[in-house]
Nanobody
Framework: QVQLVESGGGLVQPGDSLRLSCAIS????????MAWFRQALAKEREFVAA????????YYSDSVKGRFTISGDSAGNTATLQMNSLKPEDTAVYYC??????????????????WGQGTQVIVSS
């Protein structure tokens, strides 16, 4: 069974940086499209960024484009989200997600069938 192991997150000030990491463990060896979503208090879970094609293809939401960078390994089993110039509105629980595949990036929550436990990011002065 596929499990997603997340690390990173924490409390930072506006303008600071954080890095989130996610790795797949278990299950058969195959490539995944991997993504990060986030859910702020009393809001729906939203797409942040995704990586596919063994790290060759990426896609970002407009709210993080230019500030966040997602990367992945060639096997399609890891996803790292480098978050720069953080803003208070980036405060949320961040979730790693994965779906089997190589190139098809999807932005909907229901497209992904494996999820991490979530890691809290708080941006506050």
């Amino acid at each position: 069974q596929v499990q997603l192991v997340e690390s990173g997150g924490g409390l930072v000030q506006p303008g600071d940086s954080l890095r989130l990491s996610c790795a797949i463990s278990g299950g058969p060896s195959r490539p995944f499209v991997m993504a990060w979503f986030r859910q702020a208090l009393a809001k729906e879970r939203e797409f942040v960024a995704a990586v596919a094609g063994g790290g060759t293809k990426t896609y970002y939401s407009d709210s993080v484009k230019g500030r966040f960078t997602i990367s992945g390994d060639s096997a399609g089993n890891t996803a790292t989200l480098q978050m720069n110039s953080l803003k208070p509105e980036d405060t949320a629980v961040y979730y790693c997600a994965a779906k089997p595949g190589y190139l098809a990036i999807m932005t909907g929550v229901t497209a992904y069938n494996s999820w991490g436990q979530g890691t809290q990011v708080i941006v506050s002065s």
